[in-house]
């Protein structure tokens, strides 16, 4: 990803709806579906600038890896100790059968070899443990703006289930998000000209269009809360099991 782009992230992240609503949303479905023991150890892959860290504490230990010394730098100082370094999909140095719950968000789609990096997640985690992840969908919505932030793909809700069966996962529940707000995403989206300026754009929102998408993920949120899998949406977001 640009470098400016997580300098912007680390400004933003704390009152930006995107962010705020995907770590409710995620929370929800830590306590709902995944379930971890008291004191779990987690581990979240390619953490950047660190703003998912004191969410994913609220439910055990916390460990972080991100590759970018830039936006690991502001990681450690979030968690306030060391984050890892290790280069997708091998993660050397990730202790294996460890962690209850490994989360990637947004960070999947970004590796050629996805299925080399689902295969090592499973190695991560202890039996039964959770995995996490969300990744932008649809190969319809592709813009300059995937090519700005270094996307590899974008995913078919088919193509992700099937890989993580591949990988040794159940899938427990797998739904879209930003649905409601997918029309104007795919207008957005077509009329772009600078990817990089989009992505600029999309994070610096002004104070009213901020407010309307926080309340449109709101929405959303109470519907997957009560058990709605939104059938499209620019993200994907699948809750899964070790199988063992």
């Known amino acids: 990803m640009e470098r400016v782009v997580y300098q912007q992230m680390a ?13 409710e949303v995620l929370a929800d479905l830590i306590r709902r579906e995944v379930r971890p023991p008291p004191d779990a150890n987690i581990l979240e892959i390619g953490c950047g600038t660190g703003h998912n860290l004191a969410m994913l504490a609220e439910f055990g230990h916390v460990d972080g890896l991100e590759l970018d010394a830039e936006a690991r730098a502001l990681s450690e ?31 999947i789609e970004h590796i050629e070899d996805d299925r080399r990096v689902l295969a090592n997640l499973h190695a991560a985690l202890r039996p039964q443990g959770g995995l996490l992840l969300t990744v932008p969908q649809h190969a319809w919505l592709w813009s300059g703006t995937d090519v700005a932030a270094h996307h590899v ?42 990817g990089m300026a989009e992505v600029e754009a999309e994070l610096a929102l002004p104070p009213l269009a901020n407010t309307v998408g926080a309340a449109t993920l709101g929405v959303e949120r109470a519907l997957i809360r009560l058990g709605v899998d939104l059938p499209a949406g620019g993200s994907l977001l699948v809750v899964a099991r070790r199988r063992d």
Do not use: C, Q
């Open 11 to 23: 400004e933003l992240d704390e009152r930006h709806w995107w962010y705020r609503a995907r770590r």
């Open 153 to 194: 793909r974008r995913y078919a809700k088919a193509d992700l289930i099937g890989k993580l069966h591949e990988a040794g996962f159940d899938v427990l529940r797998a739904t879209s998000f930003v649905s409601l707000l997918l029309p104007a995403m795919w207008l957005v989206r077509r009329r772009e000209r600078d």
């Open 77 to 107: 100082k979030r968690l306030g100790r060391k984050v890892m370094s290790a280069p997708l999909p091998e993660l050397a140095g990730v202790p294996e059968h460890y962690y209850d719950l490994v989360g990637a968000f947004d960070v």
